[in-house]
């Protein structure tokens, strides 16, 4: 090791699981006195899955640990690493399975004190038996404060890094480029306007692809990393870009969509040429009256592209520790980005999707981050792991699971004058009916589509139960409150 790791296992000093699980589908809860949260998942391919975190207390929330564990294909756990530098803040950004059958991790190092100045790129190799190997490490100009660090790998297992950092006030992005030793091949500094690097690409013919978050384009480098082409865009998609390449030139990208109003929605595009944005296939998905965002890391992949998976956040906004109810949202279209069904989990506490990653056995995870704003008023937050299968279902055997999944939800919850409806896409038709505590039937609503409206003016206040249900197979209950 190149420079001083304290690592120490936590296999059972303080991990706490919620467990649900049978054949290819479980349920993991990670939560602890700590603060948690997610920042990547990867499968492997005997099924093991490995995930990372950001780890503080939160009585000194500024010291910042990583994390790595190991959970079986049933969602046990099976070992864990947390380790920390001792003159700096870690945060791991991703990481990335190796052709040697080895994993390369790249983070983020800043100061203790500050933390987003001193700060540099940290990158390390490790085992599966989660054991670190190799350490190098890449300082920024020390005054600079360090915005975001995206990297990539590419086939030969040379390593892009998209870095960028307020200079003082603007956002500038650097991009370096590392061989599968951690030595630096090359580097750029882009000057010439504001610019956030938030997805790369090594394409075959030596150029490199990259995206700006910042100014919603495309950009094409040759291979002296010189910018030759730009374009925007399209569908004007903003922020929390995922990205799944199907060939070298033809990718599937998932966005926040602003237009058309209401803003805040799951945009998607089929995209058949790296820059010519003159032809692609473009769908989303939305609920009218709330702000829907792409799962923060990645939100859309396939092992098919027949069989594509996209998730993202219902009901969130700015911040980890709402007091508000959201859910994860994870949605499977074709390859022509035609959606064949929609499913909601959560809705108990307050859910942030991280990524949703693709399995060999034709289902996916989702991971992300859960602050149950209901029995805590501390800044807590746990990590939340679902392994779907393909018709995102988590199938098991217990009565009472830790989070529901759901096909129809009702908001807002506890309500007034009205009650809304999210029905999903795979139910045409529809009957809502409101029953009061003795069963007598209050009201009743036929819905054709995703979204409806029931108003409630009328009902004094007091507890209710909803049932949503259709003649092809949906049926969802609940208590409904009045105030």
Same mark, same amino acid.
């Given at each position: 090791?190149?420079?001083?790791? +304290?690592?120490?296992? /936590?296999?059972?000093?303080?991990?706490?699981?919620?467990?649900?699980?049978?054949?290819?589908?479980?349920?993991?809860? /990670?939560? *602890?006195p700590?603060?948690?949260?997610?920042?990547?998942?990867?499968?492997?391919?005997?099924?093991? #899955?490995?995930?990372?975190?950001? /780890?503080?207390?939160?009585?000194?929330?500024?010291?910042?640990?990583?994390?790595?564990?190991?959970?079986?294909?049933?969602?046990?756990?099976?070992?864990?690493?947390?380790?920390?530098?001792?003159?700096?803040?870690?945060?791991?950004?991703?990481?990335?399975?190796?052709?040697?059958?080895?994993?390369?991790?790249?983070?983020?190092?800043?100061?203790?004190?500050?933390?987003?100045?001193?700060?540099?790129?940290?990158?390390?190799?490790?085992?599966?038996?989660?054991?670190?190997?190799?350490?190098?490490?890449?300082?920024?100009?020390?005054?600079?404060?360090?915005?975001?660090?995206?990297?990539?790998?590419?086939?030969?297992?040379?390593?892009?890094?998209?870095?960028?950092?307020?200079?003082?006030?603007? !956002?500038?992005?650097?991009?370096?480029?590392?061989?599968?030793?951690?030595? *630096? #091949?090359?580097?750029?500094?882009? !000057?010439?306007?504001?610019?956030?690097?938030?997805?790369?690409?090594?394409? $075959?013919?030596?150029?490199?692809?990259?995206?700006?978050?910042?100014?919603?384009?495309?950009?094409? /480098?040759?291979?002296?990393?010189?910018?030759?082409?730009?374009?925007?865009?399209?569908?004007?998609?903003?922020?929390?870009?995922?990205?799944?390449?199907?060939?070298?030139?033809?990718?599937?990208?998932?966005?926040d969509?602003?237009?058309?109003?209401?803003?805040?929605?799951?945009?998607?595009?089929?995209?058949?040429?790296? #820059?010519?944005?003159?032809?692609?296939?473009? $769908?989303?998905?939305?609920?009218?009256?709330?702000?829907?965002? !792409?799962?923060?890391?990645?939100?859309?992949?396939?092992q098919?592209?027949?069989?594509?998976?996209?998730?993202?956040?219902?009901?969130?906004?700015?911040?980890?520790?709402?007091?508000?109810?959201?859910?994860?949202?994870?949605?499977?279209?074709?390859?022509m980005? $035609?959606?064949?069904?929609?499913r909601?989990?959560?809705?108990?506490?307050?859910?942030?999707?991280?990524?949703v990653?693709?399995?060999?056995?034709?289902?996916?995870?989702?991971?992300?981050?859960?602050?149950?704003?209901?029995?805590?008023?501390q800044?807590?937050?746990?990590?939340?792991?679902?392994?779907?299968?393909?018709e995102?279902? #988590?199938?098991?055997?217990?009565? $009472?699971?830790?989070?529901?999944?759901?096909?129809?939800?009702?908001?807002?919850?506890?309500?007034?004058?009205? +009650?809304?409806?999210?029905?999903?896409?795979?139910?045409?038709?529809?009957?809502?009916?409101?029953?009061?505590?003795?069963?007598?039937?209050?009201?009743?609503?036929?819905?054709?589509?995703?979204?409806?409206?029931?108003?409630?003016t009328?009902?004094?206040?007091?507890?209710?139960?909803?049932?949503?249900?259709s003649?092809?197979?949906l049926?969802?209950?609940?208590?409904?409150?009045?105030?």
């Open positions: 090791m190149k420079h001083l790791i +304290i690592a120490f296992t /936590l296999f059972t000093l303080f991990f706490a699981t919620n467990l649900c699980s049978q054949n290819t589908t479980f349920e993991y809860l /990670l939560s *602890s700590l603060d948690e949260y997610f920042t990547d998942i990867v499968e492997i391919e005997d099924g093991m #899955i490995y995930f990372t975190a950001r /780890l503080s207390d939160v009585k000194n929330p500024n010291r910042i640990r990583a994390l790595v564990a190991k959970i079986d294909h049933s969602g046990n756990l099976i070992d864990s690493l947390v380790f920390t530098l001792p003159d700096k803040n870690i945060y791991i950004n991703s990481l990335f399975r190796t052709e040697n059958g080895e994993f390369d991790i790249v983070a983020s190092i800043y100061d203790t004190a500050d933390l987003h100045k001193n700060a540099g790129v940290a990158l390390f190799g490790m085992n599966e038996q989660l054991s670190l190997f190799d350490e190098t490490r890449y300082y920024l100009p020390p005054t600079f404060k360090l915005a975001s660090i995206y990297p990539s790998i590419t086939a030969n297992g040379d390593i892009l890094i998209g870095i960028t950092m307020f200079m003082p006030n603007v !956002p500038k992005s650097y991009l370096y480029i590392l061989d599968n030793n951690f030595d *630096s #091949i090359n580097a750029v500094f882009f !000057p010439d306007k504001a610019r956030e690097i938030n997805q790369l690409k090594n394409l $075959n013919n030596g150029k490199i692809w990259m995206l700006d978050q910042l100014g919603e384009n495309y950009e094409l /480098l040759d291979s002296s990393l010189n910018i030759i082409s730009t374009q925007r865009v399209p569908e004007v998609l903003s922020a929390n870009y995922g990205m799944k390449w199907d060939t070298d030139t033809s990718f599937y990208l998932l966005g969509q602003i237009v058309p109003r209401p803003a805040h929605s799951l945009g998607f595009i089929r995209q058949f040429h790296p #820059i010519d944005t003159t032809g692609y296939l473009s $769908n989303h998905w939305r609920v009218s009256d709330t702000v829907d965002f !792409p799962a923060l890391w990645n939100g859309i992949d396939f098919n592209k027949d069989s594509i998976f996209i998730g993202g956040t219902r009901n969130m906004w700015v911040g980890f520790y709402n007091s508000w109810p959201s859910w994860f949202v994870v949605l499977q279209t074709d390859s980005l $035609n959606i064949r069904w929609e909601f989990y959560g809705g108990d506490a307050y859910y942030m999707m991280g990524k990653v693709a399995t060999n056995d034709g289902g996916c995870l989702v991971a992300g981050t859960r602050y149950d704003y209901r029995n805590t008023t800044r807590e937050t746990d990590i939340i792991i679902l392994k779907l299968n393909s995102g279902l #988590i199938l098991g055997t217990r009565e $009472n699971p830790g989070i529901k999944m759901q096909e129809a939800i009702v908001y807002p919850n506890p309500g007034n004058e009205e +009650i809304k409806v999210r029905i999903a896409v795979q139910y045409k038709q529809s009957l809502f009916e409101l029953f009061d505590l003795n069963g007598r039937l209050v009201l009743q609503e036929d819905f054709s589509g995703t979204e409806g409206t029931v108003n409630t009328f009902l004094p206040s007091g507890t209710y139960i909803y049932k949503i249900s003649k092809d197979g049926f969802e209950s609940g208590k409904w409150v009045r105030q």
